[in-house]
């Protein structure tokens, strides 16, 4: 359980530089990172990436919350205990028992050709549930805003449980069904609040699922989203002790699993992103926002915003792949059916867990997530897609690492089970043009 040092608590964001090793190994890099984080004692890390690589020099994103202790001790670090298990392992009838997890991550607000958009990449992650028992994935890929269309084998894990999962540091027990509750941000007017207090008790009906209460922060939060020189999107938020308060009491009231609806600007930033070629200026604070509740909890949480703007929408104008967007007002649909699949979270200080999966299926440069660099660095699991570029500046001829690469998506998938899954496979291709009028 988090605990607050203060009244006024504030997110803090840097790039830290260090030197490229010639040896990547996760421990000595967060090791390097550790010491070259200034007052870390006061600091806790919700967000760690690397987002930048030249021959010389590893660029990383972290995001820390001041004056806090958070529900997992030393995120980000490397759990000593995770080890590859035997090569032939025995199940019943002496058949070798193979992981039954796979996971797919698309990270948000790097601009993305695949997931990049609303929830462009929920077509993958149907076809690759059908792959494994369980797909482990995050609520980027199969958020699609009033839209919903999940496997009912998900596993919805944030990013910051994600990270924590994938290193060892927690387990997770899959479920489906939660005891849902709500935090609104003081900021959202009276009228829009009854809107969104409407579409919840919509959702509690039509999906039948446990939604106990909602609450409403004691202090407006001021958001201001950005896309920053590194070429992804940020921000900051004020008054988070706010929302921290708020998650905390719906806990101890219950609460399994927690949506966060936040009042967001509709910057000009979102001009490209509507027309299908830029990146999703929110889908970095969103992040943010949801790793802060997560971390004060131990409850997977996710963010539905509440975007302000006065300007009119040319629907002429919206790609596909961010129409989902456009369709209704509220994102709080997406997101509470996503939650009903969140697993309970376990905190682990003697596991003897393998922690291994089938595959970790990520962004061709977008694979700098610590979670993803310890597993491939454990188990050699994870695989590179080609088709699926971002903004980052990560280059693997740059690193000592040895990833599987694929050139697509569908080299994945066998073709048989995609004609099956009755997918239109058109939609699995980029560009992805709009519907013709005849």
Excluded at 226 to 233: C, D, H, V, Y
Aim: aromatic share 8%; with cysteine.
């Amino acid at each position: 359980m988090l605990t607050l040092q203060t009244n006024s608590l504030q997110t803090k964001e840097e790039i830290l530089e260090i030197e490229n090793p010639s040896l990547f190994k996760w421990n000595n890099i967060f090791s390097t990172i550790q010491r070259r984080i200034q007052d870390k004692e006061n600091k806790y890390l919700i967000k760690l990436n690397l987002v930048k690589t030249t021959k010389d020099k590893l660029y990383f994103n972290i995001v820390s919350i001041e004056g806090v202790k958070g529900f997992i001790a030393e995120p980000f670090s490397p759990c000593q205990k995770l080890k590859a298990p035997p090569k032939a392992r025995l199940a019943i009838g002496g058949k070798s028992q193979k992981p039954d997890i796979s996971c797919l991550i698309i990270p948000t607000g790097i601009g993305a050709v695949f997931g990049g958009y609303a929830g462009d990449a929920n077509s993958l992650a149907k076809l690759f549930a059908q792959e494994s028992k369980y797909l482990l994935t995050h609520p980027n890929i199969v958020n699609g805003a009033v839209l919903s269309d999940v496997p009912s084998n998900l596993i919805y894990l944030d990013g910051f449980f994600l990270d924590q999962f994938l290193l060892g540091k927690i387990n997770i027990i899959p479920k489906n069904k939660n005891k849902i509750s709500v935090i609104f941000d003081k900021g959202i007017s009276e009228e829009r609040l009854e809107y969104e207090v409407n579409v919840l008790n919509a959702l509690r009906v039509f999906y039948g699922c446990e939604i106990i209460l909602w609450t409403i922060t004691d202090k407006p939060l001021v958001i201001v989203p950005e896309i920053n020189k590194f070429g992804f999107s940020s921000g900051k938020v004020q008054n988070i002790e706010s929302i921290i308060k708020s998650a905390l009491k719906l806990k101890e009231l219950g609460a399994t699993a927690i949506a966060i609806c936040c009042a967001i600007p509709d910057l000009e930033l979102n001009r490209g992103y509507i027309s299908g070629s830029g990146i999703d200026p929110i889908g970095g604070i969103e992040s943010i926002i949801s790793r802060i509740v997560s971390a004060s909890t131990g409850l997977v949480s996710a963010h539905a915003p509440v975007l302000i703007s006065n300007e009119k929408v040319d629907y002429k104008k919206i790609s596909p792949l961010s129409a989902a967007e456009y369709i209704a007002s509220t994102f709080l649909p997406s997101v509470i059916s996503g939650l009903r699949f969140a697993p309970r979270i376990i905190s682990q200080k003697s596991t003897t867990n393998s922690q291994q999966l089938s595959n970790i299926i990520v962004p061709y440069n977008a694979f700098g997530s610590p979670g993803v660099l310890y597993q491939n660095e454990v188990f050699n699991n994870v695989i590179l897609i080609k088709e699926n570029k971002t903004s980052l500046e990560i280059d693997l001829k740059h690193l000592n690492i040895n990833f599987k690469v694929k050139e697509r998506y569908l080299d994945l998938i066998d073709l048989k089970k995609i004609e099956k899954s009755g997918i239109d496979i058109d939609v699995l291709k980029r560009p992805l043009d709009r519907i013709s009028r005849i």
